[in-house]
Every structure is written in structure tokens, then in C-alpha cells.
């Protein structure tokens, strides 16, 4: 079976980890910053190369195409190439590479396709300067109001806009140019999984069938600050204690569901946090995501159970944010397990826990994702690795299962 070039794979890694180098094994590539332009200008060099055509919308996503027939709609595939602050050099960028690599393949080999073949660079999907994440997916699938996002700050120097770096970038271009169903087969973006199952169960590749739902409560406890020296135990309402008490509650509840629920305390506030003073006011967060709308139901059912005193304070919570279940085009699904199965290589079907721009994508246009092993799960830092063999194999994939798509016609 034809394949992509492993070599052209490590030069393409090894060359775009040079755009925002920490020297320590990763990157700090913030959407639309010289690192992310310099980024930027060595894909659009190498798809010119390629004899691609280059076009921006209005919110600087890239899409290079190889011409099809006349009149086709485009097969689509590409992830983001910004990074969080010390990220890997996998995360996005490795979606869009491999995608690169796939065209190289069919330029270079001069695969027959009916389809035009568009690889995308969506804008700032991290939010790790401007928030939020997958800002320009999101605006051009309506989810987010376009003018809100070109208002939003930078968080680290809080002196520019998004809309200010747009307009400098050189990479903002016309709203027409935005991804047009009616112009779209399809859409894959190869991502690493940022988790440890795949390497842990031996699989090559992951056949993503949707993204998983999640929900966001924070938590606020009441009770009332003392001195710690001369308040005995039985007279405190210690809200810190409350709290305690009720993340070992929900950690001991959740547990009893099904075992694929993932849920998290990452964020905590404690007042008025000084070693001499009993705390009277404790919040923390709860994020909790699993594929199973039902699941997610009796995850919630538990959290508003809890009662409205713990420990002699006053408990109470609030659902910060929400995301439904996304699932992925089953048809489209179905080719990638076709394409991974077709080469030889052993695949997991699996829900995704992080948000992808490919979600927001799936409301316009048939949607799937391919993954492939992070080692050891590290993710979002400069540990993040992906041997370039595996890097290979999910552009073999992401090639076959673009061609088995341009194949059929439709799904
Ligand atoms: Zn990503």
C-alpha cells in the first residue's frame, strides 16, 4: 500500500519545532505571535512548493488546496498550530503536519483524486493568549460572537487585542473565504491523544467517534473565621473541613458509575488563608466529562443531591459551564477504523476528553478524528512526545482514509 514519507514526517517535526523553541524539548507558540507567524510562513512556503492554492478568512484560518474536478466539494483536513505556554511539539501542529505530509504524498506521487484536497490551519485554538480556546472555529460555526472574540485582551501583557494581532498578522482575509458546507466532503484532523490508553492498551491508532460532554460546577462553602489557638473543634464551622468533606463525597458517589467517568478538582480557593485562622470561605471547581449523556446525568443527579449544610457551613454550587456530547460522522469513522485495519495497524474506537476544533467543525460538515499515542499521556508540556514512526502511521491513515473518502463521493 502506498504510504507517506517517514523522512519528509521527521523533517517537517523537527523543522516546526524551531518556531517558538523553549530549548528545553518544547515550544511557547502563542496564536498569532512571531513564532506562530514565522509558523505560519514556512506551511504556506511549503504548500506554494506544492503548487497549492493559499487562502485566509477573516479570522486568519489558512486553507492551501491541491484542484480538483470542477464543481467538487473539498475533503478537508488540519488542526491548529498554536500552542499553551511550554507546550510539545505535537499538539495541533502535528494535524496540520501530517496533513501537509498526505498532500506531499498525493502531489508527489500524483495520486488521482476528484476532490480538491484542502489542508487548514484553524486560529488560535489553544486560547492560550487570547481566550478563549478554539476561538476561530468557534466564530465561524457561530458559536462565538465574532466581535466579543476581536475584543478579547492578551492575558499575559494585557496591551492588545486579538483583533489588533489579527489586523498586524498579515493573515486576516476575507470572511467569503470561510469553510462553505455546501464546498465540503469532509473533515479529519489527526490529533495526539493527550491521554495514556493508547499506549497503555498497544494500540497504533485511535478511531475518535465523538467528543465527550462535560460540565463545570464550582463550589462555595460558608463557615466562620477563628482564631486556630483558642476555638475548640466543637464550636468551629470550618469551611475548609466542608469542603474537604464533600470532594471525598463526590470522589467516593462518582466512583460508583461507570468506570470511563473522568472528573476533576483543579482549581480551589481558600479565605482568608493564613495557618492562624480557621478559613470561613472555600470554593473549588468540579469537571467531570464522559461520552454518555445518561452518565453525565447521574453525575449531576449526585452533585444536586448534596445538602445545604456541611459541617456546620453553608454549602452551595452553581454550574459554571456545560458541553453536550459531540459524536463524530459514522460513516466517516467507519473509514478511518477501514484505513487503519487496510494498513495493518491495530486501532481503539474511543471518545476524546479535550475539546478539538473538529467538534465545533462536525455542526457544518461530516467530521472525524484520527489519534495517535502520546507516550507516557503528557500533554500541554514539554514532555509531549510521539515517536515519528507513529507520526508516520497516523499520516498513512489520514492519507487512506482522505483517498477511500474522495472514493465514495459522499457520505
Ligand atoms: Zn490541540
Redesign the pocket.
Known sequence: MLTCSKGRMDDKIKTFSKFGDTGRGGITRFSLSPEALAARDEFCRRCRALGMTIVTDDMANIYATIPGEPGKPAILMG??ADSVKQGGNY??ILGVLTALEAAETIVTEKIPHAHPVTVVIWTN?EGARFEPAMMSSGVITGKFDKAAMLASVAKDTGDITFGEALDASGYKGQEANRLNPAKALGLLEL?IEQGPVLEAEGRDIGVVEGVCGMVNYEFTFLGQADHAGTTPMKYRKDALYAAVKTIQYLHDELDKLDPRLVYTTGKISCHPNIHTVIPDEVRFTLDVRHQDPAVMEQAVAIIKALPAEVAGCAASFTPAWTRKTVAFHTKLVGMVEQASEELGYSSLRMYSGPG?DAQFIADLVPAAMIFVPSVHGHSHCEKEYTPVEQCWQGANVLLHTVLQLDRAGAL
Open positions: 488542526s491548529h499538539d495541533g485554538e490529533h478539538h
